[in-house]
C-alpha cells in the first residue's frame, strides 16, 4: 500500500497489522505499507479528457 504521508501510512499500518519498522517502509500481518511526500497524482486539464 502507498500511503500519501507518513503519518497516514502509519495509521493504515496500524490498523491492518503491519507493526515492523523498516528502512522506508512498515510491514507485517502480509502487508507493506510505505508512504510519500504530496500528491501522488492529479487531475488532467480540461481539454485531456475526450
Known sequence: ???EKP???KDIARIIG???RN???LSGN???VTW???H???LAMPEAYG
Do not use: S
Open 1 to 3: 500500500m502507498i500511503a
Open 7 to 9: 503519518r497516514v501510512a
Open 18 to 20: 503491519a507493526t515492523g
Open 23 to 25: 528502512d522506508g517502509y
Open 30 to 32: 502480509g502487508y507493506m
Open 36 to 38: 510519500a511526500f504530496g
Open 40 to 42: 501522488l497524482i492529479q
